[in-house]
């Protein structure tokens, strides 16, 4: 009686009425409207509002062709060194124990704690005209602040969880028995790597790389301080947005607008199938 009398508070409670599932339900609906669903309609509306002709000529301009060709130039530098950081941080967390392991983990969610405009006036304290590095590097005619290298960093650090923060718990949760089986056998540790460590993880690497790219994408605050908003050579897209908007140019500010917000919908969707393979190899895993 006792068990049947448990059973049944258990079902009571975790039963909710159909009128409190509905109403949950209505407001996270209108939550995702209000948020996503009705800016992004509004994005696209404002930027096809004067027709495609003067939709297509906000991208005739050589400074949002420059934010363009930056951004994606931005992006092929800083997520490679963040895939190599990424895994050779997951295999080390996963694979080894020593000293200093927790603070590593610690370092590694920094940049989720740390503003990215702090970061961004952090590199200018080290690298601009008058910071500590600075004026070494200028000596040499090198220029990070203000320039490519400085946005890179900055994109860099804001960045580099994400590939780390997939990779680690899928690693520890396979442990190392496929890697020593592949050892034992007579394989090489650079074609364990690639043959057994790879193949294990994969998913999970493309998912972290996708994240990685859709932020550095969409950096904005730490890009903005490190920039110096240098029309045609500094400015990526989403800072383009801003000096469009700032200008009234309203065409070109949503025009721009909608190209992020369409790679974000891209991303979206890739994601979603990511996460699908993803759940697969962690139950995979799990079954052997």
Request: charged share 15%.
């Amino acid at each position: 009686m006792s068990r049947q009398a448990d059973g049944g508070r258990a079902r009571e409670v975790t039963a909710e009425p159909r009128w409190m599932r509905r109403l949950l339900i209505g407001i996270a609906l209108a939550f995702l409207s209000l948020f996503l669903i009705v800016p992004l309609v509004v994005v696209f509306t404002e930027a096809l509002r004067g027709g495609i002709g003067v939709y297509r000529a906000a991208f005739d301009d050589p400074d949002a062709r420059s934010a363009i060709a930056l951004t994606l130039t931005v992006a092929a530098i800083a997520v490679p060194l963040n895939l190599v950081f990424g895994v050779a941080a997951a295999w080390s967390i996963a694979k080894f124990d020593f000293p200093g392991k927790s603070i590593l983990i610690t370092l590694i969610d920094l940049p989720f704690s740390v503003s990215p405009v702090v970061a961004g006036l952090v590199f200018v304290l080290l690298f601009g005209s008058q910071g500590w590095i600075g004026p070494w590097l200028k000596g040499y005619g090198i220029d990070v602040i203000f320039a490519l290298p400085g946005i890179v960093l900055a994109t860099v650090f804001v960045t580099f969880p994400f590939i780390a923060r997939e990779l680690i718990p899928l690693m520890q949760d396979q442990g190392s028995a496929d890697e020593e089986a592949a050892l034992t056998l007579g394989a090489s540790g650079l074609r364990t790597f690639f043959v057994v460590t790879i193949p294990n993880i994969k998913w999970a690497l493309l998912y972290g790389v996708l994240l990685c790219n859709a932020r550095a994408m969409g950096e904005f605050g730490a890009v903005a301080v490190v920039s110096g908003h240098i029309r045609g050579l500094t400015n990526t897209m989403p800072l383009h947005v801003e000096i469009m908007y700032n200008e009234y140019n309203l065409v070109g500010a949503f025009a721009m607008a909608s190209l992020l917000a369409a790679l974000a919908l891209v991303t979206l969707a890739i994601k979603s199938f990511l996460e699908w393979r993803y759940a697969g190899a962690i139950a995979s895993a799990a079954a052997r």
